[in-house]
């Protein structure tokens, strides 16, 4: 190496070969060749999807500072556009509610829980997991939500029926079984000669051999799909017993529960944001401006005039906001008690959805027993029981602690634990939940917390049913005078963020082109 020129890059690799990538790292930024403090500005990998075109200067009042409202004052302000929004509740957020240690719930006939939740345990009240093609991912991506997977579907949680409990896979395994068993021994038999052929019949009972696990004479006798006792390792494991009969599958009603996740929206994979799902508020709040948003502040009366539109309010010093147009975003039932020059048309329209009574319980354990002994890592247990659901957690895998849903319900029983104190609540939950994991479940519960949505003040419920999409859900998709509605409850992605999201930006697109029209 004598005479050799040292270049920078040589002292670079040598000095990583002696003392690692750290020591070069350290090394290339007292060369200026690396940056001495990480950029924190978040910046997407590319553009979102939506932007209104062109610039336009109006006011506008947003009524309600949920996921639709919020969405709404984010996109117009981009476009230029002066937004205050007016919010009932001490939050921005809506139904967006996750809760934590020091918060404090209140509900209408009922008393006020004190959150004690541990350090970094967290309960989604509200919604709790994101389908991957929905819009509510494209805004996790433009304001630099970090995600992560939610697993709604786990083989190992639990399916229970008809006072039996069962693994998933086990369900699955015997239902699909049966099925497959009657089908391929229709089709062996020639009943189906007439619909299909020959070559068709073949490859239909190759399909229904590997569906429902088969034997030889096209029967189902169990399978290993339906899990272990002892799972395979150095031994062959020590499969569960022989499933039951036909009838008695057929008896246990597991249909409902193991294809739960069937549908579009249900279909894995599925996310959530990580830290919790307030973390999309969060993030919204900061870009419209906290400034913009008067919380506290309950609309009182809604009045469209020729030339704009003027809000009244209570709350704080209370007022009056005049703005140019207006975008209601609360539930249409809050929306049909407040005085306005609308037309009894609207009110009418407003009146015909119905609220849907939804209740959730956040339990927090001190150990991760789903975790330790019965080897759940995320997932939902269904269950024909008044809980309906139990879903383990899908993040913080290996912690001390972690926070399962104890129950999550809707219609009758939701109305059911809504109509307990808290504390019954959760001993109803408890009760219920042991028969499926036993006595272990009742045990080391650290604290709780839970919901009812239909006594949560200026929302009173979980999301709304329309009867029929009729006259009343077209009415309310336009304007009335210079009043835009805007919700989940205008689309057919009710009870989804995404629908909000949709909602909001179809009718800031309306609005904006409806201002650039203008003289």
């Not at 970094?120 to 996790?140: E, K, Q, S």
């Not at 399916?159 to 069962?166: F, I, L, P, R």
């Not at 009838?247 to 919790?276: C, E, K, R, S, W």
């Not at 602690?401 to 959760?426: C, H, M, Q, S, W």
Request: charged share 20%.
């Amino acid at each position: 190496m004598e005479g050799a020129a040292l270049t920078r890059r040589g002292l670079l690799v040598g000095i990583g070969a002696v003392g690692g990538a750290g020591a070069m790292y350290a090394a290339m930024g007292a060369l200026g060749l690396a940056p001495s403090e990480q950029d924190k500005a978040f910046t997407p990998p590319r553009p979102g999807d939506f932007a209104l075109r062109g610039r336009a200067a109006a006011s506008v009042v947003i009524l309600g500072a949920g996921v639709a409202g919020l969405t709404a004052a984010y996109e117009l302000g981009k476009a230029g556009y002066d937004c205050t929004i007016l919010e009932a509740r001490a939050k921005a957020g809506g139904r967006n509610l996750t809760l934590r240690g020091g918060d404090r719930l209140t509900e209408l006939r009922g008393p006020a829980q004190e959150v004690r939740f541990g350090e970094g345990v967290y309960f989604n009240a509200g919604p709790g997991r994101i389908a991957p093609w929905m819009v509510t991912l494209d805004y996790c991506r433009e304001l630099g939500v970090p995600i992560e997977t939610f697993v709604n579907r786990n083989a190992a949680a639990y399916v229970h029926t008809n006072g039996q409990t069962m693994r998933a896979r086990t369900a699955q395994a015997d239902m699909y079984g049966y099925v497959a068993e009657l089908l391929a021994k229709a089709t062996d038999l020639g009943a189906l000669d007439k619909m299909i052929t020959k070559d068709d019949r073949e490859r239909l009972l190759d399909f229904l051999r590997r569906f429902g696990d088969l034997g030889p004479k096209l029967e189902y006798e169990g399978s290993e799909r339906r899990g272990f006792t002892k799972f395979p390792a150095i031994g062959a494991g020590s499969p569960i017993p022989a499933p039951g009969s036909l009838h008695q599958v057929l008896a246990a009603g597991t249909g409902h529960a193991i294809t739960n996740d069937f549908g579009y929206d249900q279909a894995t994979p599925m996310f959530q944001p990580v830290g919790g799902m307030d973390a999309i508020v969060t993030k919204l709040v900061e870009a419209v401006g906290a400034d913009r948003i008067r919380t506290g502040a309950r609309v009182t009366k809604i009045t469209t005039l020729a030339d704009g539109v003027e809000v009244t309010y209570s709350g704080g010093a209370g007022g009056t906001v005049k703005a140019d147009y207006c975008i209601a975003a609360l539930p249409p039932h809050i929306l049909a008690r407040i005085p306005h020059n609308l037309g009894a048309q609207v009110t009418a329209a407003l009146r015909t959805p119905v609220p849907v009574p939804a209740g959730k319980i956040g339990l927090e354990y001190g150990t991760r027993w789903w975790e330790l002994e019965d080897r759940i890592y995320g997932g939902v247990t269904e269950t024909d029981l008044d809980i309906t659901h139990i879903w383990y957690p899908s993040h913080g895998y290996h912690s001390e602690r972690g926070l399962l849903v104890g129950y999550y319900n809707t219609d009758a029983n939701a109305e059911l634990y809504a109509a307990l104190t808290p504390d019954d609540r959760r001993r109803r939950a408890l009760t219920q939940g042991k028969k499926i994991h036993g006595e272990k479940y009742r045990q080391n519960v650290l604290s709780s917390a839970s919901i009812a949505w239909e006594r949560q003040e200026h929302i009173e419920g979980g999301w709304v049913r329309w009867p029929s999409v009729d006259s009343s859900f077209t009415l309310l998709q336009r304007p009335a005078g210079r009043v835009y509605f805007a919700g989940d409850w205008l689309t057919h992605l009710i009870a989804w963020q995404a629908g909000a999201m949709e909602s909001a930006r179809g009718v800031v697109t309306e609005l904006h082109e409806r201002v650039l029209r203008s003289p």
